[in-house]
């Protein structure tokens, strides 16, 4: 528990893929948790089931008196807490190197993709129509991208303040939000109501305290950050149905001067004259034959 070195290194990841908002938590994170976490806290409680005193000497009595009144221990508990709060960012960085990964791949195999060099001039108009259709289709895909992130992000979001709320419930459930000085116990094999004895409790009071005004912070921050990043959404499409919209209008996404060409390329990657030598060769000459044949007619 006192090496946070892994998982330091994936959150600092996540903050460079992350919002400003989602970089002010990922920062309480580090220092008001996973530090306070591992230097002060943990120490404040070594000793908590080694101190645990109850006035009796019937063995067992203290052990079982300390199962009732901590079920798991507050640090564990906090570990357990950073745990999941830390997965949908760690979820979320996955798929932000699963999208650059294939954004990689596809702008490998676009590099790999070459056209016939040929100087006719169907070929030429040709070529245009191939950067029109790239063009477009990159532009599709990076809106496309844009839109899968801020969806992800935004669930890793709703399920960060989900944890928070479900892990304040805990405990409150459990503990409460403050440890009394005294514990009374009336169980098996205390031989009658044995009072029991925590150790520093007001140290432990104000750490608990800390502890819970950091979750309510990182909650109240996750939830602006969803607000923000709603808005945003709703921003973002609107910018792009009109930059869509733009698209058509001066035709690149829209039909060009040979429509037919353009559909045509949607589902070719080489030209037809490349797949099979000698017809176009043999196209040209006929043209040129049957306009040798109407001239000598003519004539």
């Known amino acids: 528990m006192s090496d946070w070195g892994s998982l330091g290194q994936l959150l600092g990841k996540v903050q460079t893929y992350s919002n400003p908002g989602g970089k002010v938590w990922l920062s309480i994170l580090f220092v ?16 908590e089931q080694f101190a645990f005193r109850c006035n009796t000497r019937q063995p067992g009595c203290e052990n079982v008196c300390y199962d009732k009144s901590f079920p798991i221990s507050h640090v564990r508990f906090w570990v357990l807490q950073i745990i999941f709060v830390s997965v949908p960012s760690l979820l979320y960085l996955v798929h932000v190197f699963y999208l650059l990964r294939k954004e990689h791949n596809s702008k490998k195999k ?8 040929t100087n006719d001039v169907n070929m030429e108009e040709i070529r245009i129509e191939i950067k029109k259709f790239k063009f477009s289709a990159e532009e599709h895909y990076k809106v496309k991208m844009r839109r899968d992130l801020l969806r992800i992000y935004t669930v890793s979001i709703f399920f960060k303040s989900l944890f928070e709320v479900v892990f304040l419930l805990i405990q409150w459930y459990i503990y409460g939000f403050s440890l009394n000085a005294v514990y009374t116990c009336i169980r098996d094999p205390c031989p ?11 140290e432990k009071n104000i750490f608990i305290l800390f502890m819970l005004v950091v979750s ?14 709603f808005v945003k959404s709703i921003k973002d499409r609107v910018k792009d149905s009109e930059s869509e919209s733009y698209y058509v209008i001066s035709g690149l996404l829209g039909p060009s001067k040979d429509s037919s060409s353009v559909i045509a390329l949607s589902d070719m990657s080489v030209p037809r004259n490349k797949l099979v030598p000698g017809n176009a060769n043999s196209s040209s000459c006929l043209s040129y034959s049957k306009q040798g044949n109407e001239q000598n007619r003519a004539k």
């Open 32 to 47: 008001f948790r996973i530090l306070l976490l591992g230097t002060a806290v943990e120490s404040a409680w070594d000793d």
């Open 216 to 229: 309510l912070v990182s909650l109240a921050l996750n939830i602006v950050e969803l607000f923000s990043v």
């Open 110 to 117: 676009g590099e790999e993709l070459t056209v016939a060099q």
């Open 192 to 202: 009658h109501q044995v009072d029991c004895f925590l150790s520093r409790p007001t």
